[in-house]
């Protein structure tokens, strides 16, 4: 490799070679921890060389990076704007590296884009939205031909593939301002009023009244991580878990003030109808599936128990065979007379780095990750979903998405950037324990 902090391949045979020589005096096993030490470092050093490569620049001060860097590709499409969910693993990265500028100004100048008039065929969404992506932009400078000036130009759905508004987004803007605040201790970003009203429009979007019965929020297909159509449409386990955790996080940073007080009531109930709904009807394992092939359908009455007129013959025959003893999952969507039971990796681990999982159903996630991870890791970790949509109900579901063929992209790929994920789930169960054993005594 060119890079210059890589370990090149010489120097490893030369190291390995060392440590075979250094037989006497446990030498064998210092040399050996050198060595995959200082492959480690090398493999992380080229890490941070790639991403700082992929930082956009606004006005001479960093702002984010961009979704992808391919110098073999041609057809970059829109890879090369700074995307808000794309940024989130790299921000934190740059928090827990205590390089918080970047952070600053990503956070501050999304902020000033939500503000922006957005309208596709004459018509607005709501006031809150936040953009997809953005990208910098040298343009002529208004009455001086031979001069230039940057611009972010801001896509909030209109531009992109499918026309689909990015739910998320804010959702995980307010996630990554808490973040900020913690790691760097800078409390007055958050205190901002600007940023204060921000979060105010944000919430206010997601808890609008509207037609729907249940707590969770209702979205189109593609309005996630999962930006194609792939029959997430209704309420899928993924933005549920953004907005659950969203909701924490804006409930502690929101100050508290007279004009606030509705919406800080709006936000509790909300957090307690949303966690009771996901935890009591999303909730899947061995023993719900015998339940469910017991309901009774067709009931009329306040006190159903087949409350969404599930039907028994929905259960595939996949789930029955995979479906472990030991172990669980949150089904990845819920509507009337239907149940997801695809595994949604990114759901459950989000659910469980919230909370919004019981410490017994985090337990069993892990459990069924750790059952399944030959299905759910493998070689390539970690898939987005599981199973994979095939044959007919592919064509149906994706429209015949080529992008989306069985195993790739949305339809069952393989996503590394969601072991960050794992890993901060696996910890977040391990304090749970902690907390849990220390109360004990």
């Not at 391919?70 to 205590?98: C, E, H, M, W």
């Not at 969404?125 to 130009?153: H, I, N, W």
């Not at 009774?296 to 472990?324: G, R």
């Not at 998405?401 to 950037?417: I, Q």
Request: charged fraction near 20%; aromatic fraction near 10%.
């Amino acid at each position: 490799m060119d890079t210059p902090n890589v370990l090149e391949f010489q120097d490893v045979q030369e190291l390995k070679l060392e440590m075979e020589g250094s037989i006497s005096n446990g030498a064998v096993e210092t040399a050996r921890d050198t060595f995959v030490k200082v492959r480690v470092d090398s493999i992380e050093d080229e890490a941070w060389d790639l991403l700082r490569e992929s930082m956009v620049y606004y006005c001479g001060s960093p702002i984010g990076t961009i979704a992808a860097k391919d110098p073999t590709s041609s057809n970059v499409l829109n890879y090369d704007q700074v995307f808000i969910r794309d940024f989130i693993p790299s921000g934190i990265a740059f928090l827990l590296k205590g390089e918080y500028d970047i952070v600053r100004n990503f956070i501050l100048h999304t902020l000033q884009l939500q503000s922006w008039e957005k309208t596709m065929d004459c018509h607005s969404p709501g006031q809150g939205l936040m953009p997809a992506s953005f990208k910098v932009r040298t343009v002529p400078l208004d009455g001086d031909d031979s001069a230039t000036e940057e611009v972010l130009d801001p896509d909030f759905g209109e531009a992109a593939i499918g026309r689909v508004a990015p739910v998320d987004s804010g959702l995980w803007w307010i996630i990554l301002l808490r973040a900020y605040g913690k790691c760097s201790g800078d409390l007055s970003v958050q205190e901002r009023i600007d940023v204060q009203t921000g979060i105010k429009m944000i919430l206010r979007l997601c808890i609008a009244d509207g037609f729907d019965m249940f707590p969770t929020l209702l979205v189109t297909d593609g309005s996630c991580m999962i930006d194609r159509r792939m029959g997430i449409h209704g309420h899928p386990l993924e933005i549920q878990a953004l907005f659950y955790s969203a909701l924490l996080c804006a409930r502690e940073m929101l100050a508290p003030e007279d004009g606030s007080a509705d919406l800080i009531r709006a936000l509790n109930n909300r957090l307690v109808a949303l966690s009771f709904h996901i935890r009591e009807y999303y909730w899947i394992d061995m023993k719900k599936l015998n339940e469910i092939y017991r309901y009774k359908t067709e009931e009329y009455s306040y006190d159903a128990v087949n409350k969404f007129n599930i039907y028994p013959d929905q259960i595939s025959p996949w789930l029955v065979e995979w479906m472990p003893n030991k172990g669980g999952y949150l089904i990845g969507n819920l509507q009337p007379a239907h149940m997801d039971f695809r595994f949604f990796s990114l759901g459950n681990l989000w659910s469980i780095i919230s909370s919004l999982a019981t410490m017994d159903q985090s337990h069993a996630i892990l459990d069924l990750v750790e059952a399944k991870w030959g299905d759910l890791v493998a070689d390539m970790p970690l898939k987005i979903c599981y199973p994979a949509l095939e044959g007919q109900e592919w064509q149906i579901i994706t429209g015949s998405d080529p992008k989306n063929t069985p195993w790739s992209y949305h339809n069952a790929g393989s996503w590394p950037t969601l072991l960050w994920q794992v890993s901060h789930g696996i910890l977040m169960n391990l304090l749970l324990v902690n907390i849990f054993v220390y109360c004990q005594y």
